[in-house]
DNA sequence: GCCTGACTCCGTATTAATACCTAGTTAATT
DNA sequence: AATTAACTAGGTATTAATACGGAGTCAGGC
C-alpha cells in the first residue's frame, strides 16, 4: 500500500449533518496524501446499504443513530462484510459506549473534539490494520494497574467474557465477589461445596489470578456484580 | 411551608451562560407551583458573595469554575452560612467530582443533562431539607451490593478512610488486593506474617467485612489502589 | 456414534485465612 | 504518671482456600 496515489474509501455514518462535514472537511486537509472518496450516511440503516454495496476502507459509526444504533449497525456491517475496518465515534466517553461497540467488533474509538492530525492517525492506524483509540478512551481503559492488564486485554475479556466464561461460573464468581464461602456458594446453588471448588479453580485458571483477590478485582473491574 | 404562594430564591453558579439560562428556563417553566428569584454568577468568587448578601433557597453550583471552583466556593459559602442548600452540577459523573463536592457539604449532585421534571425534582428535595442525587449518580455512588452499603456510608467511608485506618493497615489493605498473602506481605514490609495477619483481622474489623473479598472490595470501591 | 464442554462430585493434601487471645514497645496525649 | 493508639509478635485452633487428581452425567455438535 503506497499512501500517495492510495484511494482510500470513506462512510461516514452519523446523524448530525455538521459532525459529518467536519470530518470531510478534515480528512480532505491531507489530500495531498490521500485521495478520498467520502460518502456519507444519516442513520443506521442507511449506513448498513451503503456498506454492503461498496467496500470501504474505513467506516465513521456513530454511536447515537436513528433506526439502528451504531452498535446494531456495526454488527450488521460485520455480519455480511466481516473484514469492515468500522471506527466508532462519540462525543462520550462513557464506558458502555466504549465497551458495546468494541463488542460490536469496531477497531477503534474515537472523541468528537478530535483535531485533524489525530483523525489522520486513527485513519492511517484503521487502514494498517491496528486498532486505534482517543488518548482519553485509552486512559479510561487502561487503569487496571501497573500495566498489568492492558487495555487490549481488558477490552478483550470483557467482550469475551462470556464465551471465556460458562453462566454457572460467572454466577460462583458474583458469589465470591459477594463475600460469600464455597460452603455458602454451595448451598446457595443446591450443589456441593466441592463444585463451587471446582469452579472456582476454574475460574482463577481461566483469568490467571493466584487466588480470592485476583477473582473480586476481576469481577469489579469489568463490572459483572 | 405552603408551595403555590412560597417565593424560592436561586442562584445559578456556573460560567457557562448557557448553562444558567437552561436551568432558569427549566425553573420558570414550573413558575405556576413556585414563584422564582432567579440570581445568576459567573465564577465561584461572585457565587460567594452573592451568597453572602442574599440567603437563598437553593444554590446551583458547578464544578469546574473560574477564580474559586466549585468545591472552594461550597466550603466559603457554608463557612459563612452554614444552613446554605448548595445543589451541586456537573457535566461529569467522575466519581472524585462527586466525592469532592459532598465533602465540601454539597446536598446533592445533578447532571446537566437532566430534564425540567428532574431539575425540579432535586429543588423540592433540597428545599424540604433532603438530599438529592440524579440516578446515574446515585447508581454509581450506591452500587456496592445488596443496599448493604449505603451512598452516605461509603461518602463517609471514602472521607474518613485515612482516620479510620492507619497508615500501614492501608499498606497492607493495598497488598491484599494486590493478590498478596499475609507471608508474602510480611516479607515485603520486614514484618512477621503474624502481624500481617493481625492487621487483617483489624481491617475486616474496621471494615465490617467478612473475609478478602469485602476487603478488596472496599479497597477497589474506594479506589485506594 | 463419538467428542467436547459444561457441570457435577469426591479424595487427599497443603497452605492460607480466620478467630480469639495475650502482650511487648513506642510515641503521643492528657 | 497514666492512658491510648499504632505497630509489633506469638500461641492455638478451626475453617477456608488452593492444588491436583480422577470421574460421572448430560446436551450439543460433528
Redesign the pocket.
Known amino acids: 500500500m503506497t499512501p500517495v496515489d492510495r484511494r482510500v474509501k470513506i462512510l461516514i455514518v452519523d446523524d448530525h449533518n455538521m459532525v459529518r462535514q467536519g470530518i470531510r472537511y478534515m480528512l480532505e486537509s491531507n489530500e495531498r496524501k490521500y485521495k478520498f472518496q467520502i460518502e456519507e450516511a444519516s442513520d443506521g440503516q442507511e449506513g448498513v446499504e451503503s456498506a454492503k454495496r461498496t467496500d470501504f476502507d474505513v467506516i465513521f459509526m456513530d454511536y447515537q443513530l436513528p433506526i439502528l444504533n451504531g452498535m446494531e449497525a456495526t454488527s450488521a456491517i460485520l455480519s455480511a462484510k466481516p473484514y469492515s475496518r468500522i471506527l466508532a465515534i462519540s462525543s462520550s466517553d462513557e464506558f458502555m459506549y466504549i465497551d458495546n461497540m468494541m463488542r460490536s467488533g469496531a477497531k477503534g474509538f474515537i472523541l468528537k473534539n478530535i483535531g485533524p492530525e489525530e483523525i489522520m492517525g486513527a485513519v492511517e492506524a484503521i487502514i494498517s490494520g491496528k486498532n486505534y483509540y482517543s488518548n482519553d478512551i485509552a486512559v479510561k481503559l487502561i487503569s487496571f494497574e501497573e500495566g498489568k492488564v492492558t487495555m487490549t486485554r481488558l477490552v478483550k475479556l470483557k467482550r469475551e467474557l462470556t ?7 460467572l ?2 464468581l458474583k458469589l ?1 465477589a459477594t463475600e ?7 448451598n446457595r ?14 475460574l ?2 481461566k483469568l490467571g489470578v ?6 473480586v478485582k476481576f469481577a469489579l473491574d469489568l463490572d459483572i456484580l
Chains 1, 2 share one sequence.
Not at 189 to 202: A, E, M
Open positions: 464465551e471465556i466464561l460458562s453462566s454457572r461460573e454466577e460462583v465470591i460469600h464461602t464455597n460452603e455458602e456458594i454451595g446453588l443446591f450443589v456441593s461445596k466441592r463444585t463451587v471448588d471446582t469452579h472456582r479453580q476454574n482463577m485458571r493466584k487466588n480470592t483477590a485476583g477473582l
